[in-house]
C-alpha cells in the first residue's frame, strides 16, 4: 500500500513517515499544498494523509482540486481545529475521514486501515432535474452545458430544493436548513434569496423550475421546468 502524507512540519511529517515505514506502506511525503497535487498526479496512492493547514494551498483545496479532476484517493483530512464546522467543510470538500491532532499513531493507523479497507470512495451524487444539475464537489450548478455563478447561499437553496424535488417545501422549513442560528430575520428573506435564484437559474432559460406553491412555499419541477 502507497500512502502520500501532506504535512509541513518536518518533525511531524517525518514520525508519520517513519511510523508508516514500520508497518510495511510506502510513504512519500509532501510539504505543501502544491507539491501534494504534483505527488497525486504522479503516482498511484491507496490513500492520502492530508493536513488542513499547508503552505499554498490548504488541506479544503487540495482535496477539493483532486475531486475535481476525479481522483477518488482516499483521504484522512488531519486538523489541529476541532469542531462541526470544520468537520462538514472537510466532508463537503470530498475527505472521507477526519482526526484532530493531537492523536495517537495507533489511532491513525487504524482510521487508515479502515479507510483502505473500505471499497474505494464514491463521488457524491450530482443533483438534477432535466439539465439542471447541481455538483456537490465542484460547487458548481448547470443549465446543460452553461455554467450558472450562484452564490453559497443560493447553493444551498437549489440543493435543498433539488434532494427533495416534487415535494412543496415551505419558506420556513428552507430558513432552517440554510440559514444558521444566528438568522433573527422572517421568512421574507427566502423569498429574496429564490428571486434572485429563479434570475439565475430559470429566467435566462425560460424555464421554471421553481414552482410557486400556493400557501405552502415552493416545489422543484423534476423535469426542469
Ligand atoms: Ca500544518
Not at 484522512?76 to 462541526?84: I, R
Not at 472537510?90 to 483502505?116: C, E, I, M, N, Q
Not at 435564484?197 to 421553481?210: C, E, Q, V, Y
Amino acid at each position: 500500500m502507497r500512502v502520500l502524507v501532506v504535512e509541513d512540519e518536518t518533525a511531524m511529517a517525518e514520525s508519520l513517515r517513519d511510523g508508516l515505514v514500520n508497518e510495511g506502506f510506502a510513504v512519500d511525503v509532501a510539504g505543501d499544498g502544491e507539491e501534494a497535487l504534483w505527488y497525486a498526479s504522479e503516482a498511484a496512492y491507496d490513500a492520502i494523509i492530508l493536513d488542513l493547514m499547508l503552505p499554498k494551498l490548504n488541506g479544503f483545496k487540495v482535496c477539493r482540486a483532486l475531486r475535481e479532476r476525479d481522483d477518488w484517493t482516499p483521504i484522512l483530512m488531519l486538523t489541529a481545529k476541532s469542531g462541526h464546522l470544520d468537520e462538514a467543510e472537510g466532508l463537503d470538500t470530498g475527505a472521507d475521514d477526519y482526526l484532530t491532532k493531537p492523536f495517537a499513531f495507533v489511532v491513525l493507523l487504524a482510521r487508515l486501515r479502515s479507510l483502505l479497507r473500505r471499497k474505494g470512495t464514491t463521488r457524491p451524487v450530482r443533483l438534477e432535474a432535466g439539465d439542471l444539475v447541481l455538483d456537490p464537489v465542484t460547487h458548481q450548478v448547470r443549465r446543460g452545458e452553461q455554467v450558472i455563478d450562484v452564490t453559497p447561499r443560493e447553493f444551498s437553496i437549489l440543493e435543498y430544493l433539488l434532494t427533495h424535488s416534487g415535494e412543496a417545501i415551505s419558506k420556513q422549513t428552507l430558513l432552517d436548513h440554510v440559514w444558521d442560528f444566528e438568522f433573527d430575520g422572517g421568512p421574507n428573506i427566502v423569498e429574496v434569496y429564490v428571486g434572485s435564484l429563479r434570475k439565475k437559474i430559470d429566467t435566462p432559460f425560460d424555464k421554471t423550475a421553481i414552482v410557486t406553491v400556493r400557501g405552502a412555499g415552493y416545489m422543484l419541477d423534476p423535469t426542469g421546468g
